[in-house]
């Protein structure tokens, strides 16, 4: 067994209260990656497990097994002294925001990831920076300890990498994708229902709102940067929630000529929210210049300026890449 693995059961045994982050605006990886340890944990080992989210829960998930489950952070009681804290697919503490006191406070604290730029904050740290997303980890973990993956648990992790992945097609799907996806199918996965729930069941106001900010789109450096901004007004004028915003930069990455696009997001705090991606730029060196991280060819930051001037200062640092 796995040294890290054993590590991990033996901590989760001997716990007898177990909390479960996922990070701030969580996505299809750090969701169901949070409910596939916690299911886990309660049916083989006995034990509740508290599954936590962070910011806005996005509804477009809620077709994941066990999916009401999930607690926003400021409901739980924040003082409390967990004996186990589990973050997974959280890059960075301050992604945990206000849980962060709860992950530092408890008796055993454990990081699951797959962030290169993940500096291994944890008592236990199981950090995969090849691996395309932690629900992958997961079911090595799982595979480990000898555990039969159930029907419910198999969802999440498909979940996981397929939103990941981005549907398979991004430079994380390798042969061992496939096959461990080939693995969950196996198990219960219907792969058609999977991603007709993830992708096709957007509301009406989502498509109209996703349309309106890429039609107005800029484009510079003869079309090989696409920068599209979202105001406070634009969310309000479409009733948007956070969530809105998701999978939009990859459509603006599609244009033939793009090679870095970004999305910029007015925050409540009049601060500025940035996806990035790029098709053979590593735009992490971009991101982690305004305290950022990710991925090679995807990753995001919050620049602490208006949108205004984050939209100029990010477009210049862009273009010095491209020079």
């Not at 484009?219 to 999978?247: L, P, Q, V, W």
């Not at 999305?263 to 982690?288: A, F, N, Q, W």
């Not at 984050?310 to 273009?319: I, S, Y």
Request: glycine share 6%.
């Amino acid at each position: 067994m796995n040294e890290l693995y054993l590590k991990l059961k033996q901590q989760i045994e001997k716990a007898e209260s177990i909390v479960v982050f996922s990070h701030v605006n969580p996505d299809g990886d750090t969701l169901g990656s949070n409910l596939a340890i916690s299911l886990m944990i309660e049916k083989y080992f006995k034990k509740k497990a508290e599954s936590v989210y962070v910011g806005t829960l996005p509804n477009v998930y809620s077709y994941l097994p066990s999916f009401d489950r999930f607690k926003n952070v400021q409901s739980i009681d924040l003082s409390k002294q967990y004996d186990m804290a589990i973050a997974v697919d959280v890059a960075s503490k301050d992604r945990m925001v206000s849980g962060t006191g709860i992950f530092e406070n408890a008796k055993c604290s454990v990081n699951i990831d797959h962030h290169k730029t993940n500096i291994g904050y944890g008592d236990i740290n199981i950090i995969d920076g090849d691996a395309a997303c932690v629900g992958i980890i997961l079911y090595k973990i799982f595979k480990d300890w000898e555990l039969e993956i159930p029907k419910e648990v198999a969802r999440c992790i498909y979940t996981s990498v397929l939103t990941d992945t981005g549907g398979f097609k991004y430079e994380s799907t390798t042969p061992e994708v496939f096959m461990l996806a080939a693995d969950l199918v196996r198990l219960g996965v219907s792969p058609t229902y999977e991603f007709r729930a993830c992708y096709e069941t957007k509301p009406q106001a989502m498509v109209q709102f996703q349309a309106y900010v890429v039609s107005n789109t800029i484009f510079y450096n003869e079309g090989k940067i696409a920068f599209a901004k979202i105001t406070r007004s634009d969310m309000s004028k479409f009733n948007a929630t956070d969530d809105y915003t998701e999978g939009i930069v990859e459509v603006l990455r599609t244009s033939k000529a793009v090679e870095i696009a970004a999305i910029l997001k007015e925050t409540k705090e009049g601060y500025t929210k940035v996806s990035i991606r790029s098709k053979t730029i590593d735009v992490i060196p971009i991101v982690m210049d305004f305290g950022g991280g990710g991925h090679t060819f995807a990753a995001g930051c919050t620049i602490k300026k208006p949108i205004v001037i984050a939209f100029d200062k990010l477009l210049q640092r862009v273009q010095s890449e491209l020079k």
